[in-house]
């Protein structure tokens, strides 16, 4: 009879023993390797590399100012502005039964920053060659403004820092982007981090929890051993104790139930990440395959299978079996810092086609930092054979006939009399001679009847198709005879001089691109 009860005694203990609670609690341990490229060059007396921006280094290779087994041109051709848009927005106050009590406007500034760059690769080793390129455009859209004029002064007293803040932003992305690439494709990078984990049973009544604390303590203290450039096999031995520990709770634990899978679970997950951070990608792919039978989660099994193919594929193109070694960098450019050689060769550009006064059509590259001079004179980028800018040549607009920037800008040449009202550059010629001269401007809007430029993003330039000269709207004749003068343009068409005698249209651009599409939609009347 105490045989029996015993027996039952201890059965009863059994089933309450595997009935326990089995929570696991993420703990994090330390690695450190060096992350092996997918395109490697094998003989390490070749792995050198020249660039021309200080911005990039790739890890395991030695930098030479010019001639390097891989020589790497990055550009960033700058940032571009879209269409200024001010929008107006209606909004209505009602009453309960939907009666409009009164209606009021808002005016938002939107407008699109584009960036670009370019990353070319020459690799020596294989005679391959190819380029990337990188793209990014934001929507902006500014705050509410109580009037047109209130969100037209905000953006121009704005735009440049808005400029900036976009640009910066777009060139560290681009700049991340290819130093990853380079670093991926061909580098060494060395990668020391604590972000990884065991599955640790949490549940203290657990009959392994004890156990489970005990082999976490060793493993973490083993692994925060771990040297990038130091062999594995002290740390392999020192953890076959744990390893075996973990295979031992396996068989103890059989059954169906999830609580069971749970505990199996986490001996295998663990098992296969030590021996995956031993460099033994062919074992971790068994005890995945385990953990997929074992039911309880199959996509870590899956995790754990793909990091192991991964792995293999990266030990067979770099024709090795480990992770650890020693990764040596070295700079033997001698270039001048990072921010003499941004200046020299990091040169942000904005490619266009630029047609003369003569008809040739040129493809050319203008700074960035240029850009707000192009109304009066056009610095463009000169290269030398090997594509690299040694210095600038200048053009007067007056023999330019037009300027289309590959994002879609159009600018052409006018000539009128500039405002007396300035601001940055001004036109010397002008100052001299007087009178209208020749200026780019940015085309807005034209049609058969009638044109409208934006000449330095401010003055507004309205001329009729075949005119000679254009008239600005900023001029004193145009201010005060604002009425009158677009009267006189919409000759022809009473339906538009209608919406011009009552106000329709005020002295911006908003309202002078309304009219110049109004006069150009007109029918005679």
Known sequence: MIRIFTFVSALLCCTIALSQRTNLDRENFRTSYVNLPSKPILDSTKRTYSINTGSITIPGFKKLKNGGSL???????????????????KHEKKDKEGKVLSTSYTYIV?????????????????????????S?????????????????????????????????????QFLNSARRHLINTYGYDIETHEREFFWILKSKKHPEYAKHQEAYEKLKTVFSTMQHNQPVDSIKTELQSVIEYFNGVI?????????????????????????????MPEKVKEYAQKLIDNDYDKSDGRYLNEIADDLIKDFEAN????????????????????????????????KAY?????????????KTSDMNKIAYSLKTVEYDKEGKPFGTRVRKAKKCSQLVFVDGDHYRNIKFKESSIKGGAVDVDQMVLGGATDKLCKVLFES????????????????????????????AGYVFGFKKNLTKLAEGCPSVQEKVASKTYKNNQEDLLSFCKDLTNCSAD
């Open 110 to 134: 939107k407008t699109t920053y584009s960036s670009s760059a370019t990353l070319s690769v020459n690799n020596g080793t294989n005679a391959e060659s190819y380029e990337k390129s990188y």
């Open 251 to 279: 068989p103890r634990y059989e059954g169906d139930k999830r609580k069971i899978r749970k505990i199996r679970y986490a001996s295998y997950y663990n098992i296969g990440k030590i021996y995956y951070y031993l460099d």
């Open 319 to 350: 024709k090795t079996k480990t992770r650890h070694f020693d990764v040596k960098t070295e700079d033997l450019s001698n270039q001048p810092d990072e921010n003499e050689a941004t200046e020299l060769t990091d040169i942000e550009v904005n």
């Open 136 to 172: 990014e455009s934001e929507d902006y859209a500014s705050g509410e403004f109580t009037t047109y004029k209130k969100a037209q002064d905000y953006y121009n007293n704005n735009r440049h820092s808005l400029r900036d803040k976009y640009r910066n932003d777009h060139k560290n």
């Open 354 to 366: 630029l047609i003369t006064k003569e008809n040739d059509t040129l493809l050319v590259d203008i």
């Open 448 to 475: 058969e009847k009638i044109n409208l430029y934006l000449f330095n993003n401010k003055e507004l330039v309205i001329m009729p198709a075949g005119a000679e000269k254009g008239k600005s709207t900023m001029s």
């Open 71 to 89: 020589d790497i041109n990055y550009k960033f051709h700058g940032t571009k502005i879209g269409t200024v848009d001010i929008k107006k927005e």
